[in-house]
């Protein structure tokens, strides 16, 4: 049975930093694709960051320049690194992985106060 398992999340104030991380049990780290969606109060979940194959990375507009997606195969764990976070940054944040389906984590809180 395969989980992924967020940590990470919490409160900061903006401009200040959080690391994400996601760990992956219950299956060899073989996924397409790895990466991170987010949902704020009232709002659609969005993609915020994706490494596909070959280690080719997606982000959301609003988050370019200021978050970093990796991933630690030895450790089955991605992580998504927050630099400058703002009001607009908070969110719950999920972890997923695509394979033969889509995998979702359980999320984690992150909440930027002004």
């Known amino acids: 049975q395969v989980q992924l398992v967020e940590s990470g999340g919490g409160l900061v104030q903006t401009g200040g930093s959080l690391r994400l991380s996601c760990v992956v049990s219950g299956s060899p780290f073989s996924f397409n694709a790895m990466g991170w969606y987010r949902q704020a109060p009232g709002k659609q979940r969005e993609l915020v960051a994706r490494e596909r194959s070959a280690g080719i990375t997606d982000y959301a507009d609003s988050v370019k320049g200021r978050f970093t997606i990796s991933r630690d195969n030895a450790k089955n764990t991605v992580y998504l690194q927050m630099n400058s976070l703002n009001a607009e940054d908070t969110a719950v944040y999920y972890c997923?992985?695509?394979?033969?389906?889509?995998?979702w984590g359980q999320g984690t809180q992150v909440t930027v106060s002004s």
């Open positions: 997923v992985g695509w394979r033969e389906r889509v995998y």
